[in-house]
C-alpha cells in the first residue's frame, strides 16, 4: 500500500496546531471559575466554599483534556507522515476539542442535569471516535509504523468510547454517578499498557 503524498516537513505544524488547540482549550477552562467584585470578607468566604462545583468540575475536565492530549500524541509518535486525510480529519477533531469548553461548563454549573452530563461525554466520545479514524486511515495509507499493532492502535480510543458512551444512559438515572464510569477508564487503560509491555517483553506469545 503506497502511503499519501504528502510533505513531510509540514507535519510539524499540524502537531503544533494540534498543541495549541489543546493548550488553549484547557486555559478556557479556568474562566468560569471567578468570584464577583466588592465582597466583605463573610462574602468573600461563602463565594470561595461556594467555588467547590466549579473547581470540581475544572479538575475533571482537565485530567480529561489531559489524558486525550497525551492519546493524541501518542498516536502521532506512529504515524511516520501526516498525509491529508488525516491531517483534515484531525482538523475536525481539533474542532471538538475546541469545543470542550462548553460541555465542561455544564457540567460544572449543571452537574445534575442528564443533558449535561450527556453533551461532555458525547463530545469526548467524538473526539475519540475521530482518533480511530485516524488510525485507521493512517494504517490503510501505510504511514502508520509498521511495528505498531492494533491493539495498541485502537484499543486506548475504542475503550474511550465505550467508557463515555457507558456514562449517558446512567446519565439519565443518575447525572452524579455518570462521572464514575468514566473513572473505571484508568484501570482499562492501565490494563491495556500492560498487555502492550508484555508483548513487547515476549513477542512470540499469541
Known sequence: MAVEDDDSGQDGRVLALSDGVFAIAATLLALDI?????????????????????????????????????GHRALFSDIRRIGPSVAAVNVVLLGFVALLPFPSSLLANYGDEPVAVISYAATVAAIAALQLVIVAIARHTGSFHPETQALSAY???AVTIVGFVASMPVALVSPTWAP??????????????HIEKRRARHPQEP
Open 180 to 193: 464514575a464510569c468514566w473513572l473505571l477508564l484508568i484501570p482499562a487503560h492501565a490494563t491495556i499498557d
Open 155 to 157: 484499543a486506548p480510543s
Open 34 to 70: 471567578r468570584v464577583p467584585e466588592g465582597l466583605n470578607t463573610s462574602g468573600l468566604h461563602d463565594a470561595l466554599r461556594g467555588l467547590a462545583p466549579d473547581m470540581s468540575g475544572y479538575v475533571i475536565a482537565f485530567l480529561v483534556i489531559g489524558v486525550l492530549w497525551l
